[in-house]
């Protein structure tokens, strides 16, 4: 895929919208403008993701200090405040809305956010018809105190994430996450410290944004449900962490904002970020859509022969032989090597996984799955293999 290197800086009340469909097309883009006027406009169904950290309405009353007496920078921005509930609900409705109708019917969106805001967003995204398929807690390993004492630390924020259309296939890279994982399922847990230090962008000395998110967040809601040339859309720019972790893995990003300082901050840093080489960015791993081997062609092509001794673990007794016909018999039980896994342990069992064999040169047991793989690639050299 050709990667195209400009960021378009789109200003919506001096840009036709046949302006912004077009560049939507051709270049990764930043819009100033009111996110709500310009989904509206946009071509409906031509989003893959979105990412959305609106406003949290966090209703702040009075100025914080540390316990030296000195100031600690709270968001008290003029975008955060709201006259009532009644009036966030409205704003919350109108952008998801306009959210759901740019959203392709396999797209999918994240919303982040604290209890000030999470559950009345998590109430309207239902009630606007999203499927709520994870919350995920960011857990910070570096939240800010509590400087009143007086409510325990605010050491988390939520992150919802929900397709457009309940039943329809959307992307979740199950596979390559667990590769992230050490080999383990994902968890809904994600521990990583909050944006600070050399990270956090600064104009003037002080930060340049309030709610600046980390990186290392972004590059891991991008892992989980968007492929590399999907389109990303950020309705609340803000500082250009979507777009910076856009860049990097190589997806294509819209991002709007309204404040003009944010958009210029946004540019420079993305235009910084150097996408990673094609080579690194491997296709996600799916396994279900590789050619199906059945467990006999181990047999006819020589890869097993008939009589072999399998183990039903890497260092379990447990030991069944090989047939002609490709079944396995232990103690007089006979079948396939998922029928008589399920025999010996109740509940799904994967015989691709749970099987072993010995490796007589290395002395060690591996898994029958790796066979297969060994297959594949002879059947691939041979031209006999079928995508």
């Known amino acids: 895929m050709v990667f195209v290197a400009r960021i378009q800086v789109l200003n919506v009340f001096s ?8 560049a939507e097309k051709e270049e990764d883009q930043i819009i100033l403008g009111d996110c709500v006027e310009i989904m509206r406009q946009m071509e409906p169904d031509s989003v893959d993701m979105i990412f959305a950290d609106p406003p949290y309405n966090l209703q702040l ?60 967003v998590g109430t309207i995204l239902q009630n606007l018809d999203f499927w ?6 960011w857990i910070k390993s570096n939240p800010m105190p509590n400087f009143r004492g007086v409510r325990l630390t605010n050491a988390h924020e939520t992150l919802i ?14 596979h390559n996450l667990k590769m992230m994982n050490d080999d383990l399922q994902m968890r809904s847990d994600w521990y990583f410290a909050r944006c600070s230090g050399k990270e956090r962008l600064k104009e003037n000395g002080s930060r340049a944004h309030s709610t600046q998110k980390p990186l290392a967040l972004l590059y891991r809601v991008l892992q989980v449900c968007t492929n590399e040339g999907d389109l990303v859309l950020d309705p609340f720019f803000g500082s250009g962490t979507t777009g910076a972790a856009a860049r990097l893995l190589r997806r294509r990003f819209i ?41 006999g062609e181990l047999i006819e092509n020589g890869f097993l022969l ?3 001794t399998l183990y039903f673990g890497e260092n379990s007794a447990l030991a069944a032989q090989v047939m002609a016909d490709g079944s396995l018999m232990m103690d007089g039980k006979r079948g396939s090597i998922h029928q008589l896994g399920r025999q010996i342990k109740s509940g799904p069992v994967n015989g691709w996984t749970a099987w072993f064999y010995l490796d007589q040169v290395k002395g060690k047991r591996y898994p029958i799955d790796r066979l297969r793989q060994k297959l594949r690639e002879y059947l691939s050299e041979k031209g006999d293999l079928e995508s």
């Not at 840009?15 to 077009?22: C, F, G, L, P, V």
């Open 15 to 22: 840009s036709t919208i046949k302006d912004m469909n077009q």
């Open 255 to 295: 991002g709007i904002d309204r404040d003009e300082t944010y958009v210029r901050l946004a540019k420079e840093r993305i235009t910084g970020v150097t996408p990673l080489g094609e080579d690194f960015l491997l296709s996600q791993i799916n396994p279900r859509r590789e050619p199906r081997l059945p467990f």
């Open 61 to 120: 009353r009075q100025q914080l200090y540390r316990p030296d007496l000195s100031h600690v920078e709270a968001v008290n921005d003029a975008w955060d405040k709201f006259d009532d509930f009644e009036t966030y609900d409205q704003f919350t409705k109108d952008w998801l809305s306009a959210c759901q109708r740019v959203l392709k019917p396999s797209g999918t969106l994240w919303v982040i956010g604290s209890y000030h805001n999470i559950y009345r």
């Open 306 to 308: 008939p009589g072999t």
């Open 161 to 174: 994430w929900a397709q457009k259309q309940r039943g329809t296939t959307y992307t979740f890279n199950h």
């Open 132 to 137: 709520i398929l994870n919350d995920v807690v």
